[in-house]
């Protein structure tokens, strides 16, 4: 059963570790099939080492596992409230990689200091609010999802518009129209944590690029006319 959804996931999820941004069995990737409505994702702690794409879980969005012999992610929860509520993303990937994660855990944003930066993020990076005692105590992965969409209807955006986000205290979740695609923008995320952090040291603080220039970068790769790359 989606076999190859089950082999782009395993994909992505070496891709991650192959750019650094997972150690031990600190990550995951998922891709979501909205027809069948069934997501694909790692096992969890299996080792990246030793899994292959038949070791990858399918489960539905009620959380009930469909086909595998391992346990899903224990962070499950999380995708599924995301792809319930956003059924247009097709992947999800989310890790503990360095930089983004000094920015979750400052509960610090990562604002859009250049153009490499808007080249994939249409504006902040936002971060979300802590989860109270309450939500960590019950249905803490699920409530994870919960603050995702809250601080994205906060600023009016949605994941394919920002397809990055900082979960307070804990770290950086990316979406994509694939589970390749939410592999390349974790990496970016990553890649914009670190200069907006040098940037910093260097300036004594954030200043937010030009908003044309923001503007002109984003909507040359991105929308109805965009003229970036080849047909």
């Given at each position: 059963m989606l076999e190859t959804l089950k082999k782009?996931?395993?994909?992505?999820?070496?891709?991650?570790?192959?750019q650094g941004l997972v150690i031990y069995?600190?990550?995951?990737?998922?891709?979501?099939?909205?027809?069948?409505?069934?997501?694909?994702?790692?096992?969890?702690?299996?080792?990246?080492?030793?899994?292959?794409?038949?070791?990858?879980?399918?489960?539905?969005?009620?959380?009930?596992?469909?086909?595998?012999?391992?346990?899903?992610?224990?962070?499950?929860?999380?995708?599924?409230y995301l792809y319930k509520t956003y059924p247009e993303l097709r992947g999800i990937v989310h890790t503990h990689s360095q930089w983004a994660t000094t920015f979750a855990q400052?509960?610090?944003?990562?604002?859009p200091l250049g153009t490499t930066h808007a080249d994939y993020f249409y504006g902040t990076i936002p971060i979300t609010r802590p989860l109270n005692n309450e939500e960590i105590a019950k249905d803490?992965?699920?409530?994870?999802?919960?603050?995702i969409r809250e601080i994205y209807e906060n600023?009016?955006?949605?994941?394919?518009?920002?397809?990055?986000?900082?979960?307070?205290?804990?770290?950086?979740?990316?979406?994509?129209?694939?589970?390749?695609?939410a592999a390349h923008n974790a990496k970016v995320m990553e890649e914009v944590a670190k200069m907006a952090y040098h940037t910093a040291i260097l300036s004594g603080g954030f200043k937010s690029?030009?908003?044309?220039?923001?503007?002109?970068?984003?909507?040359?790769?991105?929308?109805?006319n965009a003229y970036y790359g080849q047909k």
């Amino acid at each position: 059963m989606l076999e190859t959804l089950k082999k782009d996931v395993y994909e992505a999820n070496l891709e991650i570790v192959k750019q650094g941004l997972v150690i031990y069995t600190w990550g995951n990737a998922s891709g979501f099939d909205p027809e069948k409505k069934l997501l694909v994702i790692k096992p969890s702690g299996v080792d990246y080492d030793t899994m292959g794409p038949e070791d990858m879980v399918v489960v539905d969005l009620d959380g009930n596992v469909v086909e595998g012999s391992y346990k899903p992610s224990s962070d499950t929860p999380t995708h599924r409230y995301l792809y319930k509520t956003y059924p247009e993303l097709r992947g999800i990937v989310h890790t503990h990689s360095q930089w983004a994660t000094t920015f979750a855990q400052a509960k610090q944003n990562i604002p859009p200091l250049g153009t490499t930066h808007a080249d994939y993020f249409y504006g902040t990076i936002p971060i979300t609010r802590p989860l109270n005692n309450e939500e960590i105590a019950k249905d803490y992965e699920w409530n994870t999802g919960a603050v995702i969409r809250e601080i994205y209807e906060n600023i009016g955006q949605t994941p394919l518009e920002i397809p990055g986000v900082l979960v307070a205290e804990h770290g950086p979740f990316a979406f994509g129209d694939s589970p390749a695609k939410a592999a390349h923008n974790a990496k970016v995320m990553e890649e914009v944590a670190k200069m907006a952090y040098h940037t910093a040291i260097l300036s004594g603080g954030f200043k937010s690029m030009n908003k044309q220039l923001l503007d002109k970068h984003y909507l040359r790769k991105h929308g109805k006319n965009a003229y970036y790359g080849q047909k």
